[in-house]
């Protein structure tokens, strides 16, 4: 395998993993900044109002992606098992 194929490899691991874990970052994103503007307007300064909230944003997010993740997960493995003998050379 060249230097050129292995780069190529990673690059698109790289890129795999990006996409499957954007959605749950932007969750996360959009949950951290609706929950500090809600802490602004109210003046409460506890640290569970904004980190349970937090969670269970991603618990719901995780049971709303897993399908497509495990989607995503699964055409690049079967991408890289397919092509196992062109790796091999």
Do not use: E, K
């Amino acid at each position: 395998m060249t230097p050129d194929g292995v780069a190529r490899m990673v690059g698109d691991m790289f890129i795999a993993a990006f996409w499957i874990s954007a959605p749950l970052l932007l969750i996360g994103l959009v949950t951290g900044i609706v929950m500090s503007l809600i802490q602004i307007v109210t003046s409460i300064q506890d640290s569970g109002f904004s980190s349970i909230p937090r969670l269970i944003a991603f618990l719901g997010g995780c049971l709303l992606m897993m399908p497509w993740m495990v989607h995503r997960s699964m055409a690049y493995a079967s991408s890289i098992l397919g092509n196992l003998s062109h790796y091999a050379r």
